[in-house]
């Protein structure tokens, strides 16, 4: 069975500053995609980046990177230059590349960004 | 863009009430999911469609089901609504999943239940 663990549930940053979430996984499959979802106050639920478990280059979109251990099994998500308008709900999920259906998602981690 | 609706931001029912919660998409995409969503739990699946007619049960499905006569709606249905099934509702939906798929899930914006 494939688990993803959140350790952070709630987090805090100083708007304009950096902020990196946690996340760790397991599976027995050799390749998954991995995901971040974020959720803003009564918003629908975005993707905000994926990565290919294959692909060793850590995936980049504008301030949000990941750093993607596979030997580890970590995947933690990097918030730069936070704006407000980040204060979400973040989650990471999982999915492995056989063809399942189902995305795993860990528990969320509650990020407030303060002015 | 992808848009996925879900009929119902709010409701309130009566525990014993049957509930119907409503989800479509427009973009043609074959699979579509129910989860729900508890502080502290995360999101938990509870049925998913990969096709018409086609379900499959995901970890939670019990006092769930679920429809999906046509490719672009997919129905929860509480049969006897209880006090435990209060909860947030999202449904999302994505292109099949394969090994070249990213599995980006789409999400409605929830359906809000509260069973009295």
């Known amino acids: 069975a494939q688990t993803v663990t959140q350790s952070q549930p709630e987090m805090s940053v100083q708007e304009a500053e950096t902020v990196t979430l946690s996340c760790t996984y397991d599976?027995?499959?050799?390749?998954?995609?991995l995901f971040w979802y974020k959720q803003p106050p009564s918003r629908q639920m975005i993707l905000v980046i994926r990565?290919?478990?294959?692909?060793?280059q850590n995936a980049t979109e504008n301030r949000f990177s990941v750093n993607f251990q596979k030997a580890a099994k970590s995947f933690s998500l990097k918030i730069s230059d936070s704006q407000l308008g980040d204060t979400a709900m973040y989650f990471c999920?999982?999915?492995?590349?056989?063809?399942?259906?189902?995305?795993?998602f860990g528990k969320g981690t509650k990020l407030s960004v303060i002015p | 863009d992808v848009k996925v609706t879900q009929s119902s931001r709010y409701l309130v029912k009566r525990t014993g009430e049957k509930v119907f919660l409503e989800c479509v998409q427009d973009?043609?995409?074959?699979?579509m999911f129910w989860y729900r969503q508890d502080p502290g739990l995360g999101l938990r699946l509870i049925y998913f469609?990969?096709?018409?007619?086609?379900?499959e049960k995901g970890d939670i499905p019990e006092g769930y089901s679920v429809s999906r006569e046509k490719k672009e709606r997919f129905s929860l249905i509480l049969e006897s609504a209880s006090t435990n099934q209060t909860s947030m509702y999202l449904c999302?939906?994505?292109?099949?999943?394969?090994?070249?798929?990213?599995?980006?899930?789409?999400f409605g914006e929830g359906s809000r239940l509260t069973v009295l």
């Open positions: 973009m043609d995409h074959e699979n």
């Open positions: 599976t027995s499959e050799s390749n998954y995609y």
């Open positions: 469609s990969y096709d018409v007619k086609m379900k």
């Open positions: 990565q290919e478990a294959y692909k060793q």
């Open positions: 999302a939906s994505s292109l099949r999943l394969r090994m070249t798929n990213t599995g980006e899930l789409f």
């Open positions: 999920a999982l999915v492995d590349g056989a063809g399942s259906y189902q995305l795993t």
